[in-house]
């Protein structure tokens, strides 16, 4: 699984190969999105620090992004 981010607020989540929970809190560890995939994707965010933590088949791993 791989998480990248252009800092235009696009995060691009790709390599997912099993069911994938994607779930996106902010600075203040507010839950402000979730969602589940089972292939590549895509999403949107507004410009500030986020945590992203993805949850899949081999485990859960958490990311800290920027956005403008």
């Not at 560890?29 to 949107?44: A, I």
């Not at 992203?52 to 990311?63: H, M, N």
């Amino acid at each position: 699984l791989r998480l990248t981010n252009n800092l235009s607020g696009q995060v691009i989540v790709s390599n997912v190969k099993s069911n994938t929970r994607i779930l996106v809190y902010n600075i203040n560890g507010s839950l402000v999105k979730t969602f589940e995939t089972n292939s590549d994707t895509n999403f949107n965010l507004n410009g500030g620090v986020w945590i992203i933590l993805v949850k899949d088949a081999e485990g859960q791993k958490s990311f800290k992004l920027m956005t403008n």
